[in-house]
């Protein structure tokens, strides 16, 4: 399975990106996906998340400026960040994932796209 990320760059504070995400195969439908964001040596957080049934998960560093969508039909999934912040300067991974969202397993995750927000 292959998952294609793109939508980052450079943005200010208090401005938006859309970050997108397709699937090689229809895995979105029968997976939990979402995405998490990763520093250089740091650990890796799941910052949303949606399952198979349309619970949500967000962390608590971006809950109500982040909202994540799929779409099973197109095997996308869509991350909106609106008002970032400096700290939400990463690189943004999707991911099919298992587990609980507070111990995620990542089966399967993209090449990554930087999301850069200057103050």
């Known amino acids: 399975v292959q998952l294609q990320a793109s939508g980052g760059g450079l943005v200010q504070a208090g401005g938006s990106l859309r970050l997108s995400c397709v699937a090689s195969?229809?895995?979105?439908?029968?997976?939990?996906v979402g995405w998490f964001r990763q520093a250089p040596g740091k650990q890796r957080e799941l910052v949303a998340a949606?399952?198979?049934?349309?619970?949500?998960y967000y962390s608590d560093s971006v809950k109500g400026r982040f909202t994540i969508s799929r779409d099973n039909a197109k095997n996308t999934i869509h991350l909106q960040m609106n008002n970032l912040k400096p700290e939400d300067t990463f690189v943004y991974y999707c991911?099919?994932?298992?587990?609980?969202?507070?111990?995620?397993?990542?089966?399967?995750w993209g090449q990554g796209t930087l999301v850069t927000v200057s103050s």
């Open positions: 991911t099919a994932l298992m587990g609980s969202w507070s111990s995620p397993h990542y089966n399967f």
């Open positions: 195969e229809n895995i979105f439908s029968i997976n939990a």
């Open positions: 949606i399952s198979s049934g349309g619970n949500m």
